[in-house]
């Protein structure tokens, strides 16, 4: 075209090149398009007959320019877009014209057709240059960075709390090379290396830290969690190993036990001196472990008890520390004095010798390759009538007099055994705040990742960082709120068991299981959503967040599955509502029903629920009504629908089932409810301005993401309308935008040490 | 008690024995419990003072009865129970009287006192018996079994389709010992089997099925999408390392090639004694592969090609058969033709000699351990000015004239490189087609375990099994649904790509990369919750929801990001509205708004957004309506929120920045309104009436699942009111009720061969 005879007698007709190469170089020529311009070059009076001819030549499909032609276009148009500061196709063509002569006037007459056709064709007038310059195009998007507003710090501080001391301790530890990660293909080598670890971890006195001093340790209960938590950065075979030992097989003996298994046992159990299993699961019995069918059948001639499997599908099973490194194990079985059962028991059973070979009667089975956790040795236990003493018998709760009869402070079967489990309930601790900790190394890394990967990008201008994108921001900021939230909620359970009284326990043990299960399913959507967002980086194994995610999924499932535990929490709740509703009088079901019409009046209020003013979405306290009126009010409707089934005559057991969902909900509810409140408590206590407003942010992040996630239910109840909810997803988005902005500061406030961090595509550069 | 001499002179105290008993055994005694109790005592006239001091001795916590009193107290209460027809703690207990005297008249009188008690502490009377009586009780739950309505060979026919003798031959060879499953941990030994597997399939044929018949192929495409469908229920490193051999090297060559890379090639391809590789991906380009950076310069005075790495970040980085076993690769490069950069072509370099030692200029470095895959040889591989033949060009859209010029059929490089890429859609359904096998083989284990496995039950009655429970039917049911929904959409994707014209190409790539997208991000959710249903079991690699799970999860990103391809989708469908809204004379605009308002009078109809009958819920005409509905009303809002920013002078990056979340719903809606389409039409299209109501209710799962996922949405827009959605997941919890029953025949229709199930808890017992 630009050698055409036409154009150097006529160099008007120039004003046609910006828009020829834009439908050429565009990705289809459709055919309304060729009419319109054809319409176009039709209309234009000042054009000859052979003009006309050689433009409509020009947009001929069967006759396309070549790839040649329309570099040498966009040669001649880039030079006329730098001299011009129109934007249009139309500016620019101008340009070109004058480049080449004069603009004749029936040309300038025609600007505004020509303006026309380019917005009739569906392009964008004031970004048509942008094509042809480079670095003039400065979109909003293209320009957020990270900011900092808070001292990272002092944030720090305020999660690290009382345990900072231990808390960098071992970090430091950690941060030997000799903790340095290896390959997890080779179970035996990575098993081995993870035995080393924790007696390396032991020999620093992290593994009797809970015990009393008496039996080596520090009498610090808070400090053992603190650890816990701490080592989760690093490796979680590690973590669960010492978990298994410390934790449950040390626990069991310390809890379950009296003084004599503390002197005989704790110090060598601290000490990694001693390893051992906590044998509870069977492969019929997982999560009804009151079901467990092995027997330790009492002799009081021999004053022997007799442990037994008495068939295959009651063996132990997935049992930590069984398949290799085990020489004892505290093992839970149906305790059978004179014929008559007593229901479950713990008793002490020997499974190796010191050179660890097995011992008669014990016979292991390696679970083998598991999805994650590769480091801890799993596997299935059977006893044949394998014979220990009596003092084996962990007799805090179960006791054989004398006399040879049973004993105990407790006489139910069932309120003993449930409080055998609450003493051990550190456990539904321990694991969420491990848990979360690699959630938060999971955010660390995609965050870091997210805020360096550049991918696209406008036309002309350099590409984006892929977390400025809305996208990536919606799947990444609202697990980052979670994750604070969660931090502050499980610091408030710690503090709660540590100081606990006996009436509290039935509280406590419903915030462990709901918590545990809101924080481990939380950890595994995190990790999910991270592996995805780092794309096939994400996938490789140096990258971290494959053994982040595998190692945790088991977190929904061991130590309580989540969702038995979210029905326990249900229940617990409902027990409350059992007493409220029997113990009411007339008076009482008056005040109660006056109670809930006074919620209907203040809650439900026409302006509240239509009010979209940021002021007021953004108030915790608005947070708060909303999560108080949710769990109320699905607490409240749970109650009634069971009561509604079981007065109809169904069975309860029916009854609970066909309200499974709903129970769940109510679990789901209660957790949510406290962990808003605690974050709330701790923004309260905070003195530093700067971190306290970065919190409020996190906070409000949290509280409608989940009013967002629940917003089916709220429109249903008519708690909020659509212009309510449309305008909280409005600012959902638009905290997630904010909260980018100093997303790497606040992942770089969980001070996790680079070499634990140790992701590749985490480092900055 | 049992011995006390009150009892023996007064029998009719017995009467209080079934509840002393309750609760006690209860969980806890609390003080308001004891309270009712004492106040109970207090007001029976007919007891004497020391009856009544007696008595509250025996509900005293500091002197509880012994663990032997309360088995004797057991003992006595289930011999009255038995005797009685009676079911409260009441009728026990008056039967216990009777066993021992007679009841007094006196006591016959209280009947309606202690009952109102027995209520007052919470019990269910109707149930008390239940506790003292075994095998009496027959719940609902209990007796839930797997029934079956349909013809499982009838429904496998439905499924396989025209594909069904390729998709048995494909299962007759994998059953064969050699493709038996071997662990994962050693990268060598893995690697080394799973190109042993490929080598066996290439030796039946199946490797070059698609190839043309004069180049040892079949010429039969979907042959090959059934194929590797099929191989989907085995290894998932072996589909892939297929999949990069036969389908993105072999097919690279094939569609970007001419007839002399055909013959030189192809061949060898489909025998696979020439391996190979796709190298597209950059590490600093993926998604955004358009940017690759390394060069392709072609220097006429040779006749030849160089191809350069320009620096690290631009190395083809997660290339499969990289690392060990690939002979050559198609190079996608910037080609550049005196000096002039032409845009990304492709061409064949060869990276290794026959005995696979690496040449000259090539560096290939192992991406070593991934999350899953670690079958597959992955690699990342610099060029430093490696030198090929002209030849070599893959020129069927980038030429090379005679003289040395560059050609090509399609001017625009932004254009010829969306061509070349459509040729190469295939890949987007393969992957989707493995997806949902390695979906359907993870619930076929998750649900034949539910099915057996039994946990917890009623009490006095046996366990009940898992997939009995609402939460369980819950959270697997609908992904039952779903993969066959997603069935019969990819058969109908697969479908018209093998009869496409070129016009309909736009719309099949939109097809495909928003299927793509759906089934693996179902696949990556179905596996997770598979995982979490089979709990600890679910952990252990040897039931294989561990590969499942982590093999598959890549397929969220490779073949296109899934958030990146949902994005393209909703571009595609706005391109539609782009020539709606701009070429719309004024009648067309009166049509367009005349159209919306219609659609508002008859689908927001007052009584429809409320009615709650069973027959219209379960209504596919209720369901289309409602997807159509959401499908339009999102992409018109999407495209008047585009609108509404680009006239108000938003840069238009950030414009659909801002609208990012929207759009990603635009391609969901679109993608689920064609799932439910295709699925309506494959049950009218079902002869056979039995199969034919079991997909009928598939179908409504699938539906009012959407529905019940969307409901805040639907809501927010006043389509549906809560009365309604209320009713919808009542009727969800129903469907999945009814599916459970025959989940054990629906899984077992995807006919998946036992040796490739595999999981020992899949295996009926």
Redesign the interface.
């Known amino acids: 075209m630009l050698t055409s005879t036409q154009l150097k007698s006529n160099p008007s007709l120039f004003v046609f090149l910006p828009l020829f190469y834009t439908v050429?170089?565009?990705?289809?020529l459709?055919p309304?398009e060729i009419a319109?311009i054809e319409g176009l070059i039709e209309s234009q009076q000042w054009l000859s007959a052979d003009e006309k001819t050689f433009l409509r030549s020009q947009v001929n499909p069967a006759s396309?320019?070549?790839?040649?032609?329309?570099?040498s276009w966009k040669e001649e148009i880039k030079k006329a877009a730098d001299q011009t500061t129109g934007k249009s196709l139309v500016d620019i063509g101008f340009q070109l014209v004058r480049n080449h002569g004069t603009i004749s006037p029936q040309l300038l007459k025609e600007q505004g057709v020509l303006t026309n056709i380019e917005?009739?064709?569906?392009f964008?007038s004031?970004?048509a240059a942008y094509n042809f310059q480079s670095g003039k195009?400065e979109?909003?998007?293209?320009q957020l960075t990270t900011q900092q507003t808070f001292d990272i710090g002092a944030l720090e501080k305020i999660l690290d709390g009382e345990n900072a001391a231990i808390i960098k301790k071992v970090k430091t530890i950690l941060d030997d090379p000799e903790f340095r990660y290896i390959?997890?293909?080779?179970?035996e080598i990575y098993r081995a290396k993870v035995l080393q670890w924790a007696q390396l971890l032991a020999a620093q006195g992290f593994g009797s830290i809970a015990y009393p001093k008496s039996c080596g340790g520090q009498d610090d209960m808070a400090a053992y969690f603190a650890i816990m938590e701490t080592l989760s950065y690093h490796d979680l075979s590690l973590v669960v190993k010492f978990g298994v030992q410390f934790g449950l097989w040390g626990m069991s003996v310390y809890f379950l036990g009296t003084e004599k298994h503390h002197k005989k046992y704790l110090k060598d159990i601290g000490t990694l001196d001693l390893p051992g299993c906590f044998a509870m699961?069977e492969i019929?019995?997982?999560?009804?472990v009151k079901?467990v069918e092995t027997t330790a059948t009492y002799n009081h001639t021999t004053k022997t008890i007799t442990v037994n499997t008495p068939h295959k599908n009651a063996r132990k099973?997935?049992i930590g520390n069984a398949a290799l490194h085990g020489h004892m194990a505290t093992v839970f079985a149906k305790l059978i004095v004179e014929g008559?059962d007593?229901g479950v028991c713990a008793v002490i059973v020997p499974l190796r010798d010191k050179k660890g070979n097995t011992l008669s009667g014990i016979t292991i089975e390696d679970?083998?390759?598991?999805?994650?956790l590769n480091g801890v040795d799993n596997g299935k236990i059977e006893f044949k009538n394998v014979v220990v003493p009596l003092e084996n018998l962990l007799d805090r709760y179960t006791q054989i007099t004398a006399e040879g009869?049973?004993?105990?402070p407790?006489?139910?079967?069932?309120?003993r055994f449930?409080t055998m489990l609450g003493t051990l309930v550190g456990g539904r601790i321990g694991i969420p705040r491990a848990g979360l900790s690699a959630s938060k190394s999971g955010l660390a890394i995609a965050i870091k990742y997210g805020d360096q990967r550049?991918?696209?990008?406008?036309?002309g201008?350099p590409?984006v960082p892929i977390l400025?994108?809305?996208?990536?921001q919606?799947?990444l900021m609202p697990y980052l709120a979670n994750v604070y939230a969660l931090h502050f909620s499980l610091q408030y359970l710690t503090h709660r068991f540590l100081n606990r009284k006996e009436e509290e326990m039935?509280e406590i043990e419903a915030l462990a299981a709901g918590l545990k299960s809101f924080t481990t399913w939380n950890a595994?959507a995190t990790l999910?959503e991270c592996?995805?967002c780092c794309?096939?980086k994400?996938?490789?194994?140096?990258n971290r967040?494959?053994a982040l995610?595998?190692d945790s999924?088991?977190f929904?499932?061991?130590e309580g599955?989540?969702?038995v535990l979210m029905?326990l929490v249900a229940k617990s709740r409902l027990t409350e509502f059992?007493?409220e509703f029997?113990?009411m009088n007339l008076f009482g079901i008056l005040n109660y029903v006056a109670d809930q019409a006074k919620t209907k009046i203040t809650e439900l209020n026409p302006i509240v629920i239509r009010n979209t003013d940021e002021d007021h979405l953004l108030d915790p306290q608005f947070h708060l009504d909303a999560f108080r009126y949710r769990e109320r009010n699905i607490l409240t409707s749970a109650a009634k629908r069971l009561k509604r089934h079981?007065d109809e005559?169904m069975?309860?057991?029916?009854a609970f089932?066909?309200s499974?969902?709903h129970l769940?909900q109510v679990g789901f509810a209660y957790i949510e409810r406290i962990v808003l409140e605690k974050f709330i408590d701790q923004i309260q206590n905070t003195a530093d301005k700067n971190c306290q407003a970065i919190l409020k942010k996190l906070c409000a992040l949290f509280a409608l993401n989940q009013i967002?996630k629940n917003?089916?239910w709220y429109?249903?109840?008519?708690y909020l309308e659509?212009v309510k909810?449309?305008a909280i997803r409005k600012l959902l988005?638009q905290l997630c935008w904010d909260v980018r902005q100093e997303a790497v500061p606040l992942v770089n406030a969980f001070a996790i040490p680079d070499s634990l961090l140790a992701a590749p595509i985490a480092t900055v550069k």
Request: overall charge negative.
């Open positions: 050429w170089s565009d990705a289809v459709t309304s319109t396309p320019p070549s790839p040649d032609d329309l570099l917005a009739t064709l569906g964008i004031h970004e195009r979109s909003v998007t293209q390959d997890s293909g080779n179970l699961t019929h019995h997982g999560s009804n079901g099973e997935f008559k007593y679970c083998g390759r598991k999805m994650g009869k049973f004993s105990s407790i006489a139910s079967d069932n309120r449930f550049k991918q696209f990008g406008p036309e201008a590409e400025n994108y809305r996208t990536h919606r799947r039935q595994t999910q592996r995805e794309g096939g994400g996938y490789m194994s140096e967040i494959d995610k595998n999924d088991i929904t499932t061991f599955d989540n969702t029905q059992k007493h029997a113990h079981i005559g069975d309860s057991f029916d089932n066909v499974q969902h769940v967002d917003k089916g429109l249903e109840q008519g659509g909810t449309k988005n």
